[in-house]
T-cell receptor
């Protein structure tokens, strides 16, 4: 599973507070992705990275920012958490070429109260 | 961007019967189509994938077919077993540098003993 570690795995936070989720990978994969999973919506892409300091927005990026200062780490920040951001967040990575397998981390359960 | 539609959203079959899940996609430039299985509380895991230069691929009881002209692909599970019960997601990659995946909304498969 590409040695992907997400932290924290579970978090409860209050509306309006900032939250950072961390994804750490040990396989030197070039591409990293953050998805959120909600009932009835499958997995939706928030942001992705195609290299150190190279990131771009996905389909549901509003209210989220990301950073990738090292190959192995991809951080997702909720600048001011809202109840609509209560979700399960999955990090995913891919080695490089088109058609390479995308591997998922174990997920981070976030509840905003 | 890419749009992936998946049907049915729920599927119940008797143990030993076959199950078929269908997906359509919109981006004619997509050329990689994976299927993921997700058990409750776990990460999505790749079970089979197909690339656009192939029409069908099999792996034991699982097969995937692709019709690029019609822009649809299907997952076939034969001789279903209770451990096949899970949520299944289809996906298609998007054109662009990161070839990120767009997912269908998922199918809850229940295999009845």
């Amino acid at each position: 599973d590409a040695g992907i570690t997400q932290s924290p795995r579970h978090k409860v936070t209050e509306t309006g507070t900032p939250v950072t989720l961390r994804c750490h990978q040990t396989e030197n994969h070039r591409y990293m992705y953050w998805y959120r999973q909600d009932p009835g919506h499958g997995l939706r892409l928030i942001h992705y990275s195609y290299g150190v300091k190279d990131t771009d927005k996905g389909e549901v990026s509003d209210g989220y920012s990301v950073s990738r200062s090292k190959t192995e780490d991809f951080l997702l920040t909720l600048e001011s958490a809202t109840s609509s951001q209560t979700s399960v967040y999955f990090c995913a990575t891919k080695l490089g070429a088109a058609g390479d397998t995308i591997y998922f981390g174990e997920g981070s359960w976030l509840t905003v109260v | 961007g890419e749009n992936v539609e998946q049907h049915p959203s729920t599927l119940s079959v008797q143990e030993g019967d076959s199950a078929v899940i269908k997906c359509t996609y919109s981006d004619s430039a997509s050329n990689y189509f994976p299927w993921y299985k997700q058990e409750l509380g776990k990460r999505p895991q790749l079970i089979i994938d197909i690339r656009s230069n192939v029409g069908e691929k099999k792996d034991q009881r699982i097969a995937v077919t692709l019709n690029k002209t019609a822009k649809h692909f299907s997952l076939h599970i034969t001789e279903t077993q209770p451990e096949d019960s899970a949520v299944y997601f289809c996906a298609a990659d998007q054109s662009g540098s990161a070839r990120q995946l767009t997912f269908g909304s998922g199918t809850q498969l229940t295999v009845l003993p």
